[in-house]
Nanobody
Framework: QVQLVESGGGLVQAGDSLRLSCAAS????????LGWFRQAPGKEREFVAA????????YYADSVKGRFTISRDNAKNTVYLQMNSLKAEDTAVYYC????????????????WGQGTQVTVSS
């Protein structure tokens, strides 16, 4: 069992940066690949980024590639999402998730989810 708690969301202006954190509790955190997803109002939840358990490989949605960076600190049981050059279209609730089967862009591959943190980007 893994519990995930996101933090770091807020209201920022277009062009600003924000770093989201997701703290995990429970056993075997380092065994899980971790991902970030987001859901904008009236839209389905979508993949943002994912990272393998060893941090050797990361994946990004085309819409955030070059602006967002996912990283993890297994000693702190935490995964981060550094978001730069934010745009109004990045406004969404951001969720972190953990997958025992490996990093994936597919939502159904994730076993545990956080409650989400709101990011609002004003233009």
């Amino acid at each position: 069992q893994v519990q995930l708690v996101e933090s770091g969301g807020g209201l920022v202006q277009a062009g600003d940066s924000l770093r989201l954190s997701c703290a995990a509790s429970g056993r075997s955190f380092r065994s899980y690949a971790l991902g970030w997803f987001r859901q904008a109002p009236g839209k389905e939840r979508e993949f943002v980024a994912a990272i393998t358990w060893s941090s050797t490989t990361s994946y990004y949605a085309d819409s955030v590639k070059g602006r967002f960076t996912i990283s993890r600190d297994n000693a702190k049981n935490t995964v981060y999402l550094q978001m730069n050059s934010l745009k109004a279209e990045d406004t969404a609730v951001y969720y972190c998730a953990a997958a025992i089967r490996g990093a994936s862009r597919v939502e159904s591959m994730y076993d545990y989810w956080g409650q989400g943190t709101q990011v609002t980007v004003s233009s």
